[in-house]
């Protein structure tokens, strides 16, 4: 078994992170498996050295330790250039020029389970037109869904506890692979760096659970192998939302600041128990 926790670089870990690391922890020491460490620091403009530190710093204090140095997203940009020029040649992927307002603004834009799901307003532009605006304007690199999934046909995936599930990809629609800002999307760079780690057991939140869909079809699209998933329910602050990287009062440096002992807490988060006023809710 090898599992794996990637933090984001983008703010302080707290409680849910914590939660996640300590279940992916456990279950690969449990199977004198490996545990890794990934950090998705390809997003230029929010990553943040200081937050690398802090969150190894974070995961030491909680007792958590790893198997190898971290793998870092910014070292593997080849291999998402590769895999989109893949795409690309087979022609599974086109440039879009629409911004979130133009997209936000087209009535035509249905929602999924991520959103709004591209009306596919660039999808079929004239190769001249393409060409043209390519040499011009900021573009995205979207999926197109509808050949991607004809030629995956049915694919499955296995939940932890409730066995197999058929994957609905579709419903997300010309999902974005590479943004004019990031050289490859969460979607591609996470789906490839779980292979390329060899990562079998892939445990985190509920709230990636659809996302698992569009990663089951990269999968099928890249011939990558197929991990099994747990989707752990959300821990959640008094408000009874779920936590982000906003709420200073969850942060795992402000628990240790107050004197609360790591290991203590990562025993109690492996048994289902959490400090006061937080709780585990599925989205």
Known sequence: MQTRFAPSPTGELHLGHAYSAVLAHGAARAANGRFL??????????????????????????GIDRDGDPLRQSDRLDSYAAALDNLRARGLVYPCFCTR????????????????????TCRNLP?????????????????????ATAEAGKLLWQEAGQGLR?????????IVLARKDAPASYHLASTLDDAALGVTHIIRGADLLASTDVHRLLQALLDLSVPLYRHH????GPDGKRLAKRDAAASLASLRVAG???????????AGRLPAGYSLQNP
């Open 127 to 147: 190769d001249a037109e393409r060409a043209r605006r390519m040499a011009a304007e900021p573009h995205c690199w979207r999926l197109d869904m509808g050949r």
């Open 233 to 236: 329910a959300l821990v959640c």
């Open 101 to 120: 307002a133009d997209i936000a603004a087209s009535l035509s834009a249905p929602h999924g389970p991520s959103g709004v799901v591209y009306p596919g």
């Open 37 to 62: 460490i990934r950090i998705d620091d390809i997003d230029g403009s929010r990553s943040r050295e200081e937050h690398v530190a802090a969150a190894l710093a974070d995961l030491e204090w909680l």
């Open 166 to 174: 058929v994957a609905d990809p579709a419903a997300h629609g010309d």
């Open 260 to 270: 609360i002992d790591g290991p203590s807490l990562a025993a109690d988060l492996a």
